[in-house]
């Protein structure tokens, strides 16, 4: 340039070549620069790469990827909740397939992966697919290691705080029962509330709605009948639950929703006999008694 500065094709064939490039792949819109970058090799003296142009990652409307299609950076990904083994794999298969395999280790990636099978048409980046993919990896993630990644997501949601002195054993104890309900790790965050918080959020319609005095009989039987059980067991809760339900002709849905809002604080939430168990006896004793107390005070 007029000011001394150097070019970027002239800039690009230097490094590239001091680094030892053998295969350059990039975007299509690097067509253009090809021609340049190869007669500067050639001028130079220097073996030319391998020159590859794959298709732009296109959003759904078609147009190229750009900010207003939403979140285009790696680590704006990383604080949204999706894990990196996740997003390798879905931007690995974004214009490249081997056969109908959506699911691929890092090594599978490197065995499997050739240009031949690169797609000549643009990849549209489809955020709902990434989702899918994500969801797969956390249910499939060990709970110890996906403890590793949820303990920043408890933090920045306020769960947990910076000084709090749970093991990786201690967060990784819910996981197996809300991986497969969360898509992100933001979710799966948020749906463990009811277990690392000692003081429930409550969802005050639902709350509203199903602790009332209908609900006072069934959760006084439960409390009872939780208190004489020396051990909790997922067959014992069950009977016990089905068993409330049938002497009280009542649907067995009519007997969870409300221990669920007790327990939980909302009408979505693990199994309730996973609830029950991963709680314990004495927390879902003290937090049915306090359903019982809000119900109390609602006459």
């Known amino acids: 340039r007029s000011d001394g500065t150097p070019t ?17 792949i990039r975007g299509d819109d690097h067509l253009s620069n090809t021609p340049r970058q190869a007669l500067l090799y050639d001028g ?8 590859a142009h794959i298709s732009m990652i296109l959003g759904a409307d078609k147009t190229r990827l750009s900010k207003r299609h939403g979140a285009t950076s790696v680590l704006a990904y990383r604080d949204m909740g999706y894990l990196p083994d996740a997003l390798i794999n879905y931007l690995a298969r974004l214009g490249w397939s081997h056969g109908d395999q959506e699911i691929f280790t890092q090594k599978e990636m490197t065995q499997h992966f050739s240009l031949e099978n690169i797609t000549t048409s643009a990849a549209v980046f489809n955020p709902e697919k990434l989702q899918w993919l994500n969801q797969q990896y956390i249910q499939n993630t060990r709970p110890l290691q996906l403890a590793t990644y949820l303990k920043p997501f408890l933090i920045k949601e306020g769960i947990l705080n910076e000084k709090h002195g749970l093991s990786k054993e201690e967060i990784a104890k819910p996981i197996p ?29 639902a709350r509203d709605k199903f602790l009332n005095r209908d ?23 069950e009977n016990l639950f089905k068993k409330i339900a049938a002497n009280a002709e009542l649907k067995l849905g009519k007997l969870v929703q409300p221990v669920r809002i007790a327990l939980t604080g909302s009408t979505a939430s693990p199994g309730i006999y ?19 107390s809000f119900i109390e005070k609602k006459r």
Request: avoid cysteine.
């Open 215 to 237: 609900a006072k009989p069934y959760i006084e039987k439960l409390i009872t009948a939780i208190n004489d059980m020396s051990e909790l067991e997922h067959d014992s809760l």
């Open 274 to 292: 996973e609830v029950i168990l991963l709680l314990g006896k004495t927390i879902t004793l003290k937090r049915l008694d306090d359903a019982l």
């Open 177 to 205: 029962s809300l991986n497969k309900r969360a898509q992100t790790l933001v979710e799966m965050a948020q749906k463990s509330v009811f277990y690392f918080k000692k003081e429930l959020t409550f969802d005050e319609e």
């Open 8 to 24: 970027y094709n002239f800039v690009v064939v230097v490094d590239d070549s001091d680094m030892g490039v053998t295969h350059v």
């Open 44 to 51: 130079l003296g220097l073996p030319r790469p391998e020159f």
